[in-house]
């Protein structure tokens, strides 16, 4: 019989997880873990404990073996600092995507197999199949039946080894399906609400959390108006593909003198491109957006309007450090291009686009003009409906 270990986080999906698991025969243990005490920060409420308490519930329920794993440290280490540097310095980290590679599917899957576990298995609404290429066990990761609920984006930076040893069981679910097999079998969080926010933290007041490392500052805002000359800087001839993929990715460099100070914010690390709450400015016609920040001179630059052409770009380029290839069977050599289907945000619909790869990393160039490209983040990218590949937007 084999033995899986499921992570048990106290909701709906991960409990119905384990319950299929079990009917299919496989020995299932719970592990809950414990990564965070949240009773420090400004939070709505402090969510563990009772998160703790629903796993446990389950577990009993399903007649399960369970236990609570402290992985505090480790999840301040690699989650909670990475946070912290990443606005620090003017970028807008993914502590979702990094929870999942460095939490999840490492030092989970570690204490798993320690456990004498051959698998572990989350609650993601993803699918997982295998193919045989040159004698060589590919494994692959697809989008989930729920196109609503699908969590791809979030596993973007796995291994194939993590990816070998994790089952997905509701891939091929609704999340009313999940529910209703959760009633079905009465379980006793079939009617909890989803969490939200920040991985095994919850809902958070950024800026507050933010503040716990870094200090508010004042600083100016300056509004940039949209028929400003700095957007009429347009070349119309390029010596080749990568120069012109180099101009349309780079990201426009303002100065005071560009547009107009219309008030004063309390730090540039608390903002992020594509911003709207928060900038606490009234009485224009239309919303006001931040289109850059200049975190050494602590300035917000902001657009009125979501069709302000500071928002806009239609190219990225990504580090050749910051390339991950979920099938390095399908990676790109310097010089070649491939067509992709991409999104830089979670649940952003699907965009066309080409891969540009070349020695230093890797250009894309999106089909349409995308809104708020904010380094930090990551640019995941698809052929049809299985996710190939990622990295850190430069």
Sequence with gaps: MKK????????????????LLKKKGYEVIGLFMNNWDNSNIHT????????SIYAMLVSQKLRIPFQVVEMKKEYKKYIINYMFNGYRYGRTPNPDILCNREIKFNIFLKKAID??????????????????KNNKIIYRLFIGKD???????????LSQYQLEKS????????????????????LCNASKK????????GKINLSKFLQQEILPKKGEIININSKSSIYNKKKKFFCSKKEELFFLSIKKKYKKSDGKLIGYHQGAPFFTKGQRKGISLGGY??????????????????????????????????????????????????????????????????QKAFLYKIKNGMFIEFERMQCAI?????????????????GIIS
């Design 374 to 390: 904010n380094e930090g983040q990551f640019a995941v990218w698809y052929i049809d409906k299985e996710l190939i590949g990622s």
């Design 4 to 19: 899986v270990v499921v992570g048990l986080s106290g909701g709906v999906d991960s409990s119905v997880a384990a319950l």
């Design 115 to 132: 456990l004498g576990a051959d698998f572990i298995a989350t609650g993601h609404y993803v699918n997982k199949k295998i193919i045989i």
């Design 147 to 157: 196109s609503n609920k699908d969590q791809s984006y979030f596993l973007c930076q």
């Design 167 to 186: 089952l997905f069981p509701l891939g091929s679910f609704t999340k009313n399906q999940v529910r209703k097999i959760a009633e079905k079998n009465k």
């Design 194 to 201: 989803d969490s939200q926010g920040l991985c095994f933290v």
């Design 44 to 51: 709505n409420k402090c969510s563990w404990v009772e998160d």
């Design 285 to 350: 016609k239309k919303a006001l957006f931040v289109i850059e920040k200049d975190i050494k001179k602590n300035i917000i630059y902001t657009g009125m309007g979501r069709n302000h052409p500071g928002l806009y770009k239609k190219s990225l380029f990504i580090k050749e450090k910051d390339i991950h290839w979920i099938r390095d069977d399908l990676a790109l050599l310097d010089g070649n291009k491939m067509e992709v289907f991409c999104r830089i945000r979670y649940r952003q619909p699907l």
